[in-house]
């Protein structure tokens, strides 16, 4: 029986039972991961009832203060943990800097940051700090810990990821193009590389550059669904219809999207099961199979054929259909609201063939879905 199934036991029993600090740390990274505030305070305060004097455990406890924003009482345990011979050190010291920041005293943490030796735990501290500061929305700190960084640790790839992401967010879109081109001759493999040149190269409107980027990301990964919209949606703003078209054809016909795809939206934002199924039901009571909405818009399971029977306005309705289908749906899992009434009854009409209900004229602008797709997938390279 591992620890976790022993300890969910003891607190459906309601009893106590006996756990060595190992099994308790194992616990308390556990929950942490899982992000489960509950089990973690329950698993911590077995702990310290258990072994009230161990150093790892009572470093967890800081943690839990810092989880609630309570850094001076988190600073003022970590300076008393420090005293004790086997506190581990990095640790103290990166959640140490971590409370300084957030209690607006980032002279003193760069201070101190400065004065640590420099080392492979130094390094850890530095890759942790500059994406830790940019969720603190502290983007100014965040840039001086990955140029300080940059300094000590030159060929830091992390470091260099942190930097192109804060360059794209000042809208220094030729600097930031060079730095991603620096990140692909590191990993010429990396979608993410790839994907990040897209986009950037579309706020440089170097258009073709940015399709064939988005081409080699979906090389590297096959299920990238953020780059198979973001090269469709480029495709119909570039007039590029014929491919926009096997691009959208593609994407309404692909099972995974609904299933393996969504599912994976639902883990990145935290949302339950049911809400993925909620709108999956939805999309399914409105079209069937995805395989009967193609058959619907296009009268046809070829996509060949498709794209030689599309004239101008039905590629435009196409575009606004499969936009807003996918937008909706993913706003759906990004905040688990309820279908939007206008967009249900647009679709009911479209479920049944009656394509002239769409306005073509009312299409999101290419940038608009460019933009949206950006911000979805912005920082989860």
Known sequence: MTALERFNEMREQGSEVY???????????????????????????????????????????????????????????IRSLRKQADAETT?????ELECLYGTN????????????????????????????????????????????GLELFP???TLKEERCYHTERQKRWQEAAEQCEELIDLDPYSGDYWFMHGRIMIKLGEYDRAI???????????????????????LYFTHNYEKAVEAYFELIADERFVNEQLRSFTEKYDLSYD?????????YRLFGSLQDLAKTLVGTSSAAEATEAFDLD???????????????ARAIRKGGREWDAELLEDLRFLRFGDLERSDPGNSPEGNHLFDDILNHKFYQN
């Open 155 to 157: 060929e830091n790839l």
């Open 212 to 234: 064939r980027s988005l081409e080699f990301a979906q090389t590297c990964d096959e299920d990238d669904i953020e780059a198979k919209l973001l090269r469709t949606f480029l």
């Open 91 to 95: 640790l103290l010291n990166a959640m």
């Open 314 to 328: 039905l590629k435009k309705r196409i575009e606004y259909i499969v936009g807003k289908l996918i937008l909706e």
């Open 19 to 77: 756990f060595d600090t190992d099994e308790i740390i194992e616990l308390l990274e556990y929950f942490d991961e899982k992000d489960d505030r509950e089990g973690y305070t329950q698993a911590l305060e077995l702990g310290l009832r258990l072994h009230p004097e161990d150093v790892e455990i009572r470093t967890m406890e800081c943690r839990l203060y810092m989880y609630d924003r309570d850094y001076d009482k988190a600073l003022q345990m």
């Open 275 to 283: 809400d993925l199924e909620k709108a999956s039901q939805e999309f």
């Open 105 to 148: 005293r980032a002279d003193e943490a760069t201070a101190i940051l400065r004065a640590l030796p420099t080392d492979e735990n130094t390094e850890a501290i530095y890759e942790a700090l500059s994406g830790l500061l940019v969720e603190m929305d502290r983007d100014e700190e965040a840039l001086l810990v990955v140029n300080l």
